[in-house]
């Protein structure tokens, strides 16, 4: 049966001379585009037509021309060696992919991830990341992305969430408008604009909670990206809760001040999600050792800071 079977499959180099002869009505057109002798191509096509029993090709004196077989046959084969070629294109490419295309959040990803970015690289120089910003859970699948950074809970399904790191958040606003609206106690903010972002929607009710206030919650403007709460800050527009880590250069500078100085654990935390099918992938298996290794490292440094 096997050997029956085979009588129907010609070589690849017999199907590739027939195909470039079909396509330019020559031998010695074809020996040249696929770097053989006309002899060669000769043969391949001898050996073809044999083997298939079946007459492809008329020899005439200006060249040779395809018979009604074998035109059929060209029509076909041409689009079989097109579909090899794509195949066999995607293997190479999936057998030597390097690429890791990670979703990011647009502020994590600047001020705290691409810093140490170069240090990955420089340990992983055979690895290209495309970024992508994401806010927010999506369908790994349809999108094509290896992991996210994802600010929230462990509650994305069909995926791995690797715990990252808590953040510690505190209200902030502008020397002006802390000048303009006075805080003598936290209760004072209930009446003032508390802006909301939309990856922690209830954080303002966390904050107050941990002060033994019931009730609290935001109700100002609503923010998708973390920057541009903090340009509503800075504007004096009202009063923000954001990660004290994320927003070190613009307290240091003095151009945000604490309204009210209590640091409180948010209730969402930052994970590195993978979905399942990719948990093996090695260029996002080893950007996950990386990260933990980042993480472990600022970690002790912020409480070593602390202390």
Request: charged share 20%.
């Amino acid at each position: 049966m096997l050997t029956h079977q085979r009588r129907f499959l010609p070589s690849t180099s017999a199907l590739a001379a027939f195909d470039s002869v079909a396509k330019l009505g020559s031998f010695s057109a074809a020996a040249n585009e696929l770097n053989l002798t006309q002899g060669a191509i000769s043969r391949q096509i001898s050996l073809l037509e044999d083997q298939l029993g079946v007459k492809l090709f008329d020899r005439t004196n200006r060249g040779v021309e395809l018979t009604p077989i074998g035109r059929d046959y060209a029509k076909g084969i041409g689009d079989a060696l097109a579909t090899i070629r794509t195949l066999s294109l995607e293997a190479m490419a999936k057998a030597e992919d390097t690429h890791l295309r990670l979703a990011i959040l647009p502020t994590f990803g600047t001020r705290w991830l691409m810093p140490r970015i170069p240090d990955f690289l420089q340990k992983h120089p055979s690895i290209i990341i495309d970024f992508a910003t994401r806010i927010g859970q999506f369908d790994f699948e349809s999108s094509g992305l290896d992991a996210a950074i994802h600010i929230g809970e462990p509650n994305w399904p069909g995926t791995d969430c690797q715990f990252l790191m808590q953040e510690m958040v505190v209200p902030v606003c502008s020397p002006a408008f802390l000048r303009d609206h006075p805080v003598a106690r936290p209760e004072d903010m209930l009446s003032m604009p508390l802006f909301d972002m939309a990856s922690r929607p209830r954080a303002w009710e966390h904050w107050f909670a941990s002060l033994g206030i019931a009730n609290g919650r935001g109700g100002g403007m609503r923010f998708e990206q973390f920057s541009n709460v903090v340009q509503a800050c800075l504007a004096g527009l009202g009063i923000a809760l954001v990660p004290t880590f994320l927003i070190e250069p613009e307290l240091a500078s003095g151009q945000l001040v604490r309204a009210w100085n209590h640091e409180v654990k948010s209730a969402s935390a930052y994970y590195l999600v993978r979905p399942l099918s990719k948990m093996a992938y090695p260029p996002a298996t080893a950007f996950s050792n990386w990260l933990l290794g980042q993480v472990r490292e600022f970690n002790a440094s912020s409480e070593g800071a602390a202390g």
